[in-house]
Every structure is written in structure tokens, then in C-alpha cells.
């Protein structure tokens, strides 16, 4: 198994300003992804973060406003940009162990006023 | 991503087998068949994945059927920890370093005491 950790855990937020959360792996991944869970749904993969270049967007999502950084091959972080209620939702980060497992974060729960 | 569907939810009562069901009927060649769960208020976990072959591990089995139409996983003996929603996802392995999840609504299951 591996662990992972996010931070902040959860954050209000004001409409307008930008969240950025912290991904941190317990050992080198291959890959990391961000996922939004809003609320009552599933999750939705938001992009691969890439390490040493730019992530790979899902349809629906842009750089400009979900901004990904991956340092490194144990970090990575997701800024929520220009926030609006619509943000609210569970933020995931995952790494890909063991050649085909996902293991989760447990979430940055966000809510934005 | 080739389509999975699951029952909304399922019960089950503590300490007996519980069979949860996915269908993908359009499934290609290269999918693997991948299951998840989420435990309430935390990130998926990883369960079991496979190809053709039925497959086991410490904490479940998982049931494909000759046509990998459909596929069962199998917990053999339910405790309350095992409440949590169960997603079946299709993985396609073609095209390289793929490794994206796409969750659909997933199996609610209950476990009664």
C-alpha cells in the first residue's frame, strides 16, 4: 500500500480567491492524478500531473483554472483558481503503485462562500 | 472508457458472502476489469482487478465471466468496515501508459448487523 496525505484536509474559501492543496506520496510514483468528487456524485479525474512538464487536462478542465504542479516523484499540488460556489467539492489526489493500483488521498473538502 | 453498470445499491447482513454484480457488455480485448470501494468520508481503495481469469486476494475475489461480459465481485464474509460504495471500472491497457479511472455511480452496500 502507500500513503498519501493532502493538505489542507478541508478550507472555506471566499468566492474569487485561489486554494492551493498539497499532494504528498510516502515513496517515488510513476504517476498522480486529482480527481473532484462534488457533492452526492463520483469522482471525475480533473488531469495527470506529469512530472518535469504539464499536466494532462480531462475535457472540461483548463490550466488556467486548476493550475498543476509536480516537482517531483512524491508531490504534487492543485490550485483552485478564481473560486466560486460551483468549486465546492472533494479534491482527491491518487498515485499509481504496484503497476495498476490507484491509491487515494483522503480528500481536501472544500467549500467556497 | 467501455460502459460498466451496477445495481444502485445492495444489502447484506454481517458475516455472509456478498455477491455484487457489474455488467460491461461492451467490453473490448484490452480492458481489464477494475474494482474500487469508498468508505464514507475517505478516498477510494483499491479491491481487485483482472483480465479473463477469476482472481483472489486478502480481500475479495473477483468472478469474470467466459464472455467478460459481466464479472462478480465476492466478499466472503461481510463485516460492518465493508459498508461503502463499490465502483466496477473498465480499464483500457491499449495505447500505452493509460492509467486513467473513469467512476460511474458505483454500489452502495449496506451491511447490516
Keep these: 500500500s502507500a500513503v498519501i496525505s493532502q493538505k489542507p484536509s478541508r478550507d472555506i474559501c471566499q468566492r474569487g480567491t485561489s486554494l492551493t492543496i498539497q ?3 510516502d515513496s517515488q510514483v510513476t504517476m498522480m492524478f486529482w480527481y473532484r468528487q462534488q457533492p452526492g456524485q463520483s469522482l471525475t479525474l480533473i488531469a495527470t500531473a506529469n512530472q518535469g512538464s504539464e499536466a494532462t487536462y480531462e475535457s472540461g ?4 483554472k486548476f493550475p498543476i504542479s509536480r516537482p517531483n516523484l512524491t508531490f504534487s499540488t492543485l490550485t483552485v483558481s478564481n473560486m466560486s460556489p460551483e468549486d465546492s467539492s472533494i479534491y482527491l489526489c491518487s498515485a499509481l503503485k504496484r503497476g495498476d493500483e490507484q491509491y487515494f488521498g483522503p480528500g ?3 467549500t467556497v462562500t | 472508457d467501455a460502459k460498466t453498470t ?5 444489502e447484506s447482513n454481517e458475516e455472509e458472502p456478498v455477491h455484487l454484480p457489474c455488467n460491461h457488455s461492451t467490453i473490448s480485448g484490452t480492458d481489464y476489469i477494475h474494482w474500487y470501494r469508498q468508505l464514507p468520508s475517505q478516498g ?3 479491491v481487485i482487478h483482472g483480465l479473463t481469469s477469476n482472481v483472489n486476494n486478502r480481500m475479495a475475489s473477483l468472478a469474470i465471466a467466459e464472455d467478460r461480459k459481466s464479472s462478480t465481485l465476492i466478499l466472503h464474509r461481510a463485516t460492518l468496515r465493508d459498508a461503502a460504495v463499490y465502483y466496477c471500472i473498465l480499464r ?6 493509460n492509467y486513467k479511472l473513469t467512476f460511474g455511480k458505483g454500489t452502495l452496500l449496506t451491511v447490516n448487523p
Design chain 1, 23 to 25: 499532494c504528498q506520496v
Design chain 1, 61 to 64: 478542465f483548463v490550466i488556467d
Design chain 2, 92 to 97: 483500457d491497457v491499449s495505447g500505452g501508459s
Design chain 1, 108 to 110: 481536501t473538502r472544500l
Design chain 2, 44 to 46: 477510494p481503495e483499491y
Design chain 2, 6 to 10: 451496477q445495481p444502485n445499491s445492495m
